[in-house]
């Protein structure tokens, strides 16, 4: 019986089915087409997550950018997915596909990312290590000792709203300077354009990167400063949490060869002791996040027939 995960994003609903031996056995996605309404969208991730092989009596895991209602399995807060804010999302696809809406599981974009790294992407066979999702935002997601940690509530692992810059620029959440204001790629395109970089075009990121990889320069030192302030971030998990394997995914990361310089730096900083840090990038790309969710959907089958 394959494991079936859907990934919830503001332009697709992602979508795969992953065998106990861990091979991918399908993978779709539709539209969100989120201006139909939520029901109509329910109504769709049922059908794709029938289509991918979720029966009657089963699992099925999750993923969704945004912060929830654990308890009651209802999406609270999402930027991306507003039109979907109040539903209950474990009840409408439990309803819809016959599975017991306890059996159905969710988690947060980057948490189920950073699962899916460690089942079949970058991570694989590294126990303890935390993602970092370079997008929009900056998303985070922990594994400790192979599983997945996400604290009671399922809001652990929020780095994007560490504070680097206490007088830096008004983050969404209310803060001001948090990491995610100024190392997302949303940031980074900000930065680029408030420096006039690169001159051709200011605020285009694969162009700077592309200026900065043939030659040392203005655009290499920005990547270097935003590569500071990611290590800035980094270090408080590996101060807290003893971390020093960290996966970049995300849009941005990309570029990681040429922030790559900048994170040890600032992490180099305010680190307490040497720490020998290991930098990848995540493998998965987009399906990171359906297969997380897929690995959720196999761990309770485990636990079911366990
Ligand atoms: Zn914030």
New binding site residues.
């Given amino acids: 019986m394959p494991f079936v995960g859907l990934d919830f994003g503001g332009t697709a609903i992602k979508g795969g089915a992953v065998g106990s031996g861990g091979e991918i056995v399908a993978e779709r996605s539709i539209p969100s087409a989120l201006e139909r309404g939520a029901t109509d969208v329910m109504d769709r991730a049922a059908e794709l997550a029938r289509s991918l092989g979720a029966s009657e009596g089963g699992a099925l895991g999750v993923g969704c950018a945004g912060i929830f209602d654990r308890a009651r399995g209802v999406l609270l807060e999402s930027p991306n997915l507003s039109q979907l804010a109040g539903t209950c999302l474990t009840g409408q696809l439990g309803t819809r596909l016959d599975i017991d809406p306890a059996h159905v599981y969710l988690e947060n974009d980057a948490n189920v990312a950073a699962y899916g790294e460690q089942w079949l992407g970058a991570a694989r066979d590294i126990a303890d290590f935390m993602i970092l999702t370079l997008g929009t935002g900056v998303g985070g997601g922990i594994v400790l000792g192979g599983s997945l940690f996400t604290g009671p509530a399922g809001r652990a692992g929020e780095i ?2 560490v504070v680097i810059e206490p007088d830096g620029p008004l ?3 209310g ?1 001001r300077g ?1 990491l ?1 204001t100024l190392a997302s790629a949303t940031a980074a395109r900000r930065r680029a354009s408030e420096r006039g970089l690169p001159a051709e075009d200011p605020g285009n990121l694969e162009l700077l990167a592309e200026t900065a990889r043939n030659h040392a320069g203005a655009e290499r030192e920005l990547l270097f400063d935003i590569g500071r302030d990611l290590g800035h971030g980094l270090a408080y998990p590996a101060n807290l949490l003893d971390l020093t394997c960290f996966v970049f995914a995300g849009g941005f990361a990309a570029t990681l060869d040429l922030l790559e310089p900048g994170i040890r730096a600032g992490a180099s900083e305010r680190t307490f002791g040497e720490r020998d840090l290991t930098l990848l990038p995540a493998t998965l790309g987009s399906s990171a996040g359906w297969i997380g969710a897929a690995r959720l959907a196999l761990d309770a089958g485990a636990t079911q027939v366990g």
């Fill in positions: 994007g709203h983050c969404g959440c803060s948090c995610e």
